[in-house]
């Protein structure tokens, strides 16, 4: 079957098409410039973007696909969690296309679909896996035992997710929104063992209560007070070596727990979706510490792992092959839509 997918959780407009786990178009309309002056996504300017950014976006994945609107067999759409503005534009927009073209739509969880997205670079995933879920908004340790039904949450973080770290140490370094890709990049030129950077929940007595939790925090707030540190002695911030200790304990922290629950659970496959999953240093160590267990970790292109309409296009399709039903048409747009909730 043939499957839209239309992504407007936050700032980028997003609608892909697929066919099984082919991806024929991903068409994507960013607002991030209009943000990168405050810091972050400011909710009312991400709506006003994908309501003129939806229309010319369906016709660019269309046209990219050679495909019209009438050869179409299902509608995913992002039903939650994100920026209720920003969700409302999709829903809405799938709803009137779903309507006219009298086809099914699918309201979908979007954290789902950064592991959904997977399949269109690796195939159908072996279930059961592990997933390891760090984006934005939000970082989780899942147990995904039947992806189109549900998944099991094994830990998440207690306070910043993954991606808000970087965003908030790349702020503090002086570095551009978003902060991932620019750490990333400064990082290749910093020394990862120059500073020792907390690595939070790992300490023996922290393990017994928060085993697969994460906290970003504390770390936050040791890079905070070691580049003040420095500032107050009038010397120079190494921001290249800052940023590679910093990306060095959030990957040492999000490699270990994930191989762990692995090994725990005897499950063999460990994979990886959401916006941090693009870091270099974060697939290059999840690749080699899961070598020594034989443990096959799936991660997509960078590309695939920051929103995109492709995600839910990938996942709408998962469900359908999975003969789940599709969502009713008042489908709502949930802001809070709890992540064990795969489709509405
Ligand atoms: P959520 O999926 O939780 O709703 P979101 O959709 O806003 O949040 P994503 O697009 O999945 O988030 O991810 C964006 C985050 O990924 C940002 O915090 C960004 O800094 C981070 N990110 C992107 N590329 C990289 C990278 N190369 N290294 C580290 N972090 C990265
Ligand atoms: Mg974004
Ligand atoms: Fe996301």
Redesign the pocket.
């Known amino acids: 079957p043939l499957i839209l997918g239309i992504e407007t959780?936050?700032d980028e407009t997003g609608v892909g098409i697929v066919r099984g786990h082919t991806l024929l178009a991903d068409a994507l309309a960013s607002s991030v410039e209009e943000h990168a002056r405050f810091g972050g996504v400011v909710p009312e300017v991400a709506s006003r973007a994908h309501l003129e950014a939806i229309v010319p976006t369906m016709d660019r994945a269309l046209t990219e696909a050679g495909v019209t609107l009438a050869d179409i067999d299902a509608i995913a759409v992002t039903s939650g969690?994100?920026l209720a503005g920003a969700l409302l534009v999709g829903v809405a927009a799938a709803k009137g296309y779903a309507l006219a073209a009298e086809k099914p739509v699918y309201g979908v969880n979007?954290?789902a679909a950064?592991v959904a997205v997977d399949t269109l670079e690796h195939g159908p995933l072996p279930e059961p896996a592990i997933a390891l879920l760090v984006?934005?908004?939000?970082s989780s340790l899942l147990l995904i035992d039947d992806l189109a039904r549900g998944v099991t949450p094994l830990g998440a973080t207690i306070d910043d997710?993954a991606?808000?770290a970087?965003?908030k140490v790349a702020r503090l370094l002086g570095l551009p929104f978003?902060?991932?890709?620019p750490?990333?990049r400064e990082a290749r030129a910093g020394d990862a063992a120059a500073i020792a950077f907390p690595r939070g929940l790992t300490a023996a007595k922290d393990l017994a209560a928060h085993r697969y939790d994460f906290s970003f925090s504390g770390l936050k707030t040791a890079v905070a007070r070691w580049v003040e540190a420095r500032q107050r002695a009038g010397e120079p911030v190494p921001v290249a070596d800052v940023a590679a200790s910093f990306q060095e304990a959030v990957c040492d922290v999000l490699t270990s727990k994930a191989l762990a629950a692995c090994r725990a659970s005897g499950i063999e496959t460990l994979v990886i979706g959401?916006?941090?999953a693009?870091?270099?240093r974060l697939r290059a160590m999840a690749e080699q510490r899961a070598e020594k267990y034989g443990i096959r970790v799936r991660v997509p292109r960078?590309k695939l792992c920051?929103?995109n309409g492709a995600m839910v296009a990938a996942l709408g399709s998962h469900l359908v092959a999975a003969g789940v039903a599709p969502s009713r048409l008042d489908l709502p747009a949930d802001s809070a839509l709890p992540l064990t909730t795969v489709s509405v």
């Open positions: 959780s936050c969690p994100g979007h954290l950064h984006s934005g908004g939000h997710a991606g808000e970087f965003d978003p902060g991932g890709p750490i990333d959401g916006g941090v693009a870091n270099s960078p920051t929103d």
